[in-house]
């Protein structure tokens, strides 16, 4: 396969190297495998409601919870409290566990050991099969951000430069986690476990349910290490304006951190034919 180095079968990843001339060749596949991805998801109902209702409406169960914190004190509103949970959702459903579903069960159809004797590298197979999650997950937070500012007056973000880094981070970060955990799950009907440590973890302690502002000090400065965490402060921090310089560097090198960390894991361990 011209472009591509072969360096494993089964554990690790190819080297994806694509010359700049085979760049528009390589465009066109990522899209005709973004555009197959698409067709299965959508044939997945179950996968898609939870990817498309659940960060919507999950956040308004929490509400409750949330009236009882005294969040004019942190310079908090309900809107952008809630704002930020539905995102972290989003993170969580629309792209991680979705992900997590999907490269099992294309590992298990054989469709990604088949794809991998062609010209795709496999940079080009993991990007291309999480293309329509990722798209999904912007998406909601397009519509998110415009529902919650005319329906909870979220008001216009303080900081709006700091929103598409936490976006970016928070769907990049779960993808590329997405990746690790399916690699070490044996089944699709399995990734529903296998996926709940990270998401428990995340819900509770990346400030997606309840803020971390609402923690003791040092289970908080602990929380602040886990994977979505940063996304969660970067995002929420643009609509408040309250992250210093400092504490916005911190975040941005904490998911860099983490975005290479589950690159390598990926790279190193993510399974391409079925366990058996």
């Known amino acids: 396969m011209s472009g591509v180095e072969v360096t494993g079968r089964n554990g690790g990843v190819r080297d994806g190297g ?8 390589a465009g066109r596949r990522l899209r005709a495998l973004a555009r197959a991805e698409l067709t299965l998801l959508g044939r997945n109902r179950g996968v898609v409601f939870t990817a498309l209702a659940v960060p919507l409406l ?16 942190q310079g908090l509103t309900i809107g952008t409290t809630l704002l930020t949970a539905a995102i972290g959702f989003s993170f969580l459903f629309a792209v991680y566990t979705s992900l997590v ?5 294309r590992r298990e159809e054989l469709v990604l050991k088949r794809l991998r004797t062609g ?16 798209g999904i997950g912007l998406a909601q937070a397009l519509v998110l951000c415009a529902g919650c500012a005319a329906l909870l007056h979220t008001g216009t ?18 993808a590329a986690l997405a990746a690790f955990t399916a690699s070490f799950t044996r089944t ?11 998401m428990i973890l995340s819900m509770l302690g990346s400030g997606i349910t309840v803020p971390t502002e609402f923690l003791p000090d040092k289970l908080a400065t602990a929380c602040e290490l ?31 951190a983490w975005s290479i960390l589950a690159v390598f894991a990926v790279r190193r361990w993510f399974r391409w034919e079925p366990r058996r």
Do not use: C, H
């Open 226 to 256: 886990l994977p979505l965490s940063p996304a969660v402060r970067l995002f929420r921090g643009g609509w408040t304006g309250q992250l210093s310089t400092g504490e916005t560097l911190t975040a941005l090198a904490t998911a860099l």
């Open 188 to 198: 699709v009907e399995s990734s529903q476990v296998t996926a709940m440590p990270l």
């Open 157 to 174: 973000p303080r900081a709006p430069y700091l929103i598409l880094p936490g976006l970016l981070a928070g769907y990049l970060v779960s």
């Open 58 to 73: 999950l956040p308004f169960s929490v509400r409750p919870a949330i009236d009882q914190l005294d969040l004019k004190k």
């Open 18 to 25: 694509v010359r700049s001339g085979d760049r528009a060749a």
């Open 119 to 134: 010209e795709l590298s496999d940079a080009e197979i993991l990007t291309g099969t999480a293309l329509p999650a990722l």
């Open 101 to 105: 579903n999907a490269y099992v069960a």
